[in-house]
C-alpha cells in the first residue's frame, strides 16, 4: 500500500443465520493508513443507548474527510463497530430481545454459545491486541451523566493516564456495574488490551455537546499513541478530569414515592443543604418530600425520568477531592 493511500472497508465481524430467512450482521467499518497502532471504537452494546452511535458518525466524517484531503494523516488502523446489539437498537430494547439478556455480561463469549454468547465472543477476537480500546455507553433513560471515564481500580496505574486524555470531566475509579468482569472492558483489560468505558448523557438520546466533546479526546488520545501523524491539527482539550471514587460519591435515593422536580441544573456546584429538587403526588397538593445535597460539591448525577418509587436514584453529589493534574 502506498504511504499516502488510506482504505476504507465495512464488513461483518459475526454473521448469524436469523429464524425467518434472514442474517445478523455485526457490522464494523476500519480505515486502514499506515503500519502503526490499531485502536476500535465499541458502541451500541445496550439498544437504548444512542451516544456512542453519534460518536461513531462523527469519527467517520473526519476520517472520510481526511482519507480525501489528507491521506498520510492516518499512520495506523481505526475500527469503528457502532451497533453491537443491532436487534436491541432496532427495537429500542437495552438487552438482545428473545434472550432479554445483557450483552455486557456475557464477554468474554463462546463460540459455541448462544446468540448473546457468538456476538461477545466474536467482540473479543476481533479487538485483542488493539493499543485501545474505547467503549462508548450512554446512562439508562432515567439518569442524566456528565461525560465520564469508569475504571476498575484493578486497572487504574494503566488507564488513568489514557483516560486524562479523553477531554472528559470526570474519572470514577470503582468495580460497580459497569466494570464486572462479564463486561467487554473487563474481558479486554485482563487479557492486556487496554480498555476505557465512557459514560454519558441518558439514554435513548443524544447529546451533541458531549460527543464532540468526547471526539476531541479520542483525536487526541490516536496522536498520543501514533495512530495519526504528529502534523495533524487538532482541537486543544478544554476538559480536565475531576477524579472520584466511592469515598467522595455521595447517592440520593428516594425517601417516599411519587414525582420528582428539579429545581436545579444538572453539572452545577452545590453546597450542603441545598435543595435539589422534590418530591410531590399527582393527587394531591403540596410536597411530599425535599431532597437536599448532604455536602458540597458537584451534581454530576440528575433523575431524568420523574416518577421515582421509594428507594430509586434521583442523583449523585461528588465531594471536592481534586482534579488531575
Known amino acids: 500500500m502506498p504511504e499516502s493511500s488510506l482504505s ?3 464488513s461483518c465481524i459475526l454473521s448469524l443465520e436469523m429464524p425467518y430467512s434472514e442474517r445478523l450482521c455485526i457490522r464494523r467499518t ?11 471504537i465499541v458502541a451500541g452494546i445496550h439498544g437504548d ?22 491521506p498520510a494523516g492516518l499512520t495506523g488502523t481505526v475500527e469503528l463497530y457502532p451497533a453491537m446489539n443491532p436487534l436491541g437498537l432496532d427495537t429500542l430494547t437495552r438487552a438482545i430481545p428473545v434472550f432479554d439478556t445483557d450483552l455486557n455480561r456475557n464477554f468474554p463469549g463462546s463460540p459455541s454459545g448462544d446468540l448473546p454468547k457468538r456476538i461477545a465472543h466474536a467482540a473479543i477476537g476481533n479487538l485483542s491486541g488493539a493499543a485501545l480500546v474505547i467503549d462508548i455507553h450512554a446512562s439508562n433513560i432515567y439518569l442524566r451523566e456528565i461525560p465520564q471515564v469508569r475504571i476498575n481500580t484493578d486497572f487504574a496505574d494503566r488507564l488513568v493516564p489514557l483516560a486524562q486524555r479523553l477531554n472528559l470531566d470526570l474519572i470514577w475509579l470503582h468495580g460497580a456495574m459497569t466494570v464486572l468482569e462479564a463486561t467487554v472492558a473487563h474481558s479486554l483489560n485482563s487479557v492486556g488490551t487496554p480498555c476505557l468505558v465512557v459514560e454519558m448523557g441518558v439514554g435513548m438520546r443524544i447529546t451533541p455537546d458531549y460527543c464532540r466533546q468526547l471526539m476531541t479526546g479520542i483525536l487526541t488520545l490516536w496522536k498520543d499513541l501514533g495512530v495519526l501523524a504528529p502534523d495533524v491539527e ?14 467522595n460519591v455521595h447517592y440520593l435515593n428516594a425517601p417516599t414515592s411519587g414525582l420528582f422536580v428539579p429545581v436545579i441544573e444538572h453539572w452545577t456546584d452545590v453546597r450542603k443543604g441545598q435543595l435539589l429538587g422534590n418530591i410531590v403526588s399527582p393527587l394531591q397538593g403540596g410536597i411530599l418530600a425535599e431532597v437536599r445535597s448532604p455536602v458540597d460539591g458537584i451534581l454530576f448525577t440528575l433523575r431524568e425520568y420523574p416518577l421515582v418509587y421509594e428507594g430509586s436514584l434521583m442523583a449523585r453529589v461528588m465531594a471536592r477531592k481534586g482534579r488531575l493534574a
Open 30 to 40: 476500519v480505515y486502514r493508513g499506515g503500519n502503526g497502532p490499531r485502536v476500535a
Open 49 to 70: 443507548e444512542l451516544e456512542g452511535l453519534y460518536v461513531c458518525q462523527l469519527l467517520a466524517d473526519w476520517l472520510e474527510r481526511m482519507a480525501r484531503e489528507n
Open 234 to 247: 487538532l482541537p486543544s482539550l478544554n476538559h480536565l478530569p475531576l477524579i472520584a471514587d466511592d469515598s
Open 8 to 10: 476504507i472497508t465495512t
